[in-house]
């Protein structure tokens, strides 16, 4: 064979590997993305964010046990969670009993595989307000904090010294009035309940709905009761921590 038509063929196949080399990284890139797809908070973890009870303790060291639904989960967003952006700011260890689909009625019923924990962060009733007109649920307000009792009597029966935030049934959008209004129901429940309680009842929902009135609801939802992974669970974090800081503010 002609000596150039050799250093031909050699040139050509010197140009094709690092074209496959890109090709492959590509691949793998966007086979990453998909399996952890980037996740952003909403604005930034801000002095002011880190003013609140919940950051103190946060901080402390003290151990969390987050109990909730596909929202806690993370089943529509590749397992991360909305309290995904705290996780990093919690200095114990970090437990999570949540499951999609969960009602109140479920929390009581695994109750017993509740482990102990210095902090429970409780986000469980958007399930009950949605699908309790089938059966599923607690069909009423009351009935919705009377389940919310009996677990937090059994986990201060394991942990006596724990501390419980209860977060209120996430928003949600494209329901009838009806189903809104009976989420804004239950949660008015839940506060007034938690206040007779002792414990912290933070609503989130009117930063979250704020938000997404501004920027739209595809920026932030994966549909119309999931946030989507990439700035939907940091808008849930935000909201959490924004709402939890002006409570003290509140308090002063």
């Excluded at 397992?79 to 995904?84: A, D, L």
């Excluded at 010294?161 to 839940?190: H, K, M």
Aim: charged content about 25%; some cysteine.
């Amino acid at each position: 064979m002609d000596p150039k038509v050799q250093n031909l063929g050699k040139a050509k196949s010197g140009k094709l590997l690092p074209v496959y080399i890109v090709g492959l990284l590509m691949a793998i890139v966007l086979l990453y993305l998909t399996v952890f797809p980037p996740c952003f908070f909403y604005g930034r973890m801000s002095d002011e964010l880190k003013d609140s009870e919940l950051f103190d303790d946060m901080a402390s060291g003290k151990s969390f046990c987050f109990l909730g639904d596909s929202i806690s989960a993370g089943t529509e967003t590749k397992g991360i969670s909305w309290h995904h952006h705290l996780d990093q700011y919690i200095e114990g260890s970090i437990s999570e009993i949540s499951r999609s689909g969960w009602t109140s009625d479920s929390l009581v019923e695994v109750m017993e595989d509740i482990p102990a924990a210095d902090v429970y962060v409780i986000a469980i009733g958007i399930n009950d307000v949605i699908f309790c007109d089938q059966g599923y649920g607690a069909p009423s307000a009351e009935e919705y904090t009377d389940t919310l009792e009996i677990l937090a009597d059994h986990l201060k029966n394991i942990s006596p010294d724990a501390r419980f935030y209860f977060i209120t049934p996430w928003i949600f959008f494209g329901f009838p009035e009806d189903i809104q209004a009976r989420r804004i129901e239950y949660s008015d429940a839940l506060a007034v309940w938690c206040r007779d309680e002792g414990y912290i009842c933070i609503d989130p929902n009117p930063i979250i709905g704020s938000v997404i009135e501004k920027k739209g609801q595809k920026r932030y939802m994966y549909n119309d009761f999931h946030p989507n992974a990439r700035r939907g669970v940091g808008l849930f974090s935000y909201a959490v921590l924004m709402t939890e800081h002006q409570r003290r503010v509140e308090s002063l």
